[in-house]
C-alpha cells in the first residue's frame, strides 16, 4: 500500500508537472511565435518556476514532508553545493573547449561586443534557471527523486528518475531530434548520480543552469558566435568530458555515500 502510494504521488506530480510546462509553452509559442525574444522567454521562466514551486509545496504540504527531506537544506549549504554543481561542470568544460579548438575539432569567433555579450549571457543564465533548471530538479530530482528513493536504494532510483524524466521531456515535445533523444537519457542520469551522491537538489541545479546557459549561448540565434564544430563542442566539451571528470570529481568530494541506502519519508 505504501508503495502504492508513494507511486500515485509521483504520478499526480509528474502529470501536473507535464500540464504546467506544456500550458506555458502554448502562451509563450503564441506570443513569441517562430523567432527568440528574450523576454517572453524570461516571462515564461519566471510563470514556470512560479507554478512548479507551488505545485511542489502545496504537496509537500499536503503530505506533511519537509525541505530537507525532497534534497534542500540550509541557505549555506544550497549555496555551496549549487556552486560546486557549476564547477563540476564548468572546469571540465572548459579543458573539453581548449582541447576542441586546439584539435581543429570546432571554430568560434566572437561576433558581438563583450558588454552585449556579458549582458546576454547573464540574462539567459537567470531565465534558464527559471525556465527549467529550480523547476524541472526541484520536482525530477527534488520531489520526485526522494519518493522513488523511498522505495529503492539511490542506484535504481537515479535510473528510475531518469525513464520518469526522459518520459517527461517527451511529453513536452523537448525530444524533438535525434540528438535529444540521445542527449536526454544521459543528461537526466547525470543529474540523478550528482543529486544521489551530492544529497542536495542544488548540486544539480547548479550543474543544469551552466550547462544549459552555454549550450544556448553558442546557438545562432542568439547571434553572439560563429561556430563551427558545433556538434564537437556540445558533445565533447560540454557534455562527454564534464560527465567523466564531474563523476570521478563527486567521488572524492562525497566519498562516504552509499548506494544501497534506501531513504525513508517521514510524515510530520
Not at 22 to 40: A, C, P, W
Not at 98 to 118: C, D, K, M, P, S
Not at 180 to 202: E, H, T
Request: glycine fraction near 6%; hydrophobic fraction near 55%.
Amino acid at each position: 500500500m505504501k508503495a502504492k502510494n508513494m507511486m500515485l504521488k509521483i504520478g499526480v506530480v509528474l502529470l501536473f508537472s507535464i500540464f504546467i510546462w506544456r500550458l506555458i509553452l502554448y502562451f509563450n509559442n503564441m506570443f513569441s511565435g517562430d523567432e527568440y525574444n528574450s523576454t517572453i522567454h524570461f516571462f515564461t521562466g519566471l510563470a514556470i518556476t512560479i507554478l512548479s514551486f507551488i505545485l511542489v509545496n502545496t504537496t509537500r504540504r499536503t503530505n506533511r514532508i519537509s525541505w530537507r527531506q525532497i534534497g534542500m537544506s540550509d541557505l549555506r549549504t544550497n549555496v555551496i553545493t549549487f556552486f560546486v554543481g557549476t564547477i563540476l561542470w564548468f572546469i571540465p568544460a572548459m579543458i573539453g573547449l581548449v582541447i576542441a579548438l586546439l584539435v581543429g575539432w570546432a571554430e568560434i569567433t566572437v561576433t558581438a561586443n563583450l558588454n552585449q555579450l556579458l549582458l546576454s549571457t547573464l540574462i539567459l543564465y537567470i531565465t534558464v534557471f527559471l525556465i527549467e533548471a529550480f523547476p524541472e530538479e526541484l520536482i525530477m530530482r527534488g520531489y520526485i527523486y526522494s519518493h522513488v528513493n523511498a522505495m529503492f536504494p539511490h542506484l535504481k532510483t537515479v535510473i528510475i528518475q531518469t525513464l520518469i524524466f526522459s518520459l517527461f521531456a517527451y511529453f513536452v515535445e523537448a525530444i524533438y531530434s535525434l540528438e535529444q533523444l540521445l542527449f536526454i537519457p544521459g543528461y537526466g542520469f547525470m543529474l540523478g548520480y550528482i543529486r544521489a551522491k551530492s544529497g542536495n537538489v542544488w548540486t544539480s541545479i547548479g550543474f543544469h543552469t551552466v550547462i544549459m546557459t552555454a549550450s544556448q549561448i553558442i546557438n545562432p540565434m542568439h547571434g553572439h558566435f560563429d561556430v563551427n564544430g558545433i556538434f564537437a563542442i556540445r558533445f565533447f566539451a560540454f557534455n562527454l568530458l564534464p560527465y567523466i571528470l564531474g563523476t570521478i570529481a563527486l567521488e572524492f568530494i562525497y566519498p562516504k555515500h552509499k548506494w544501497s541506502e534506501i531513504v525513508p519519508i517521514n510524515n510530520s
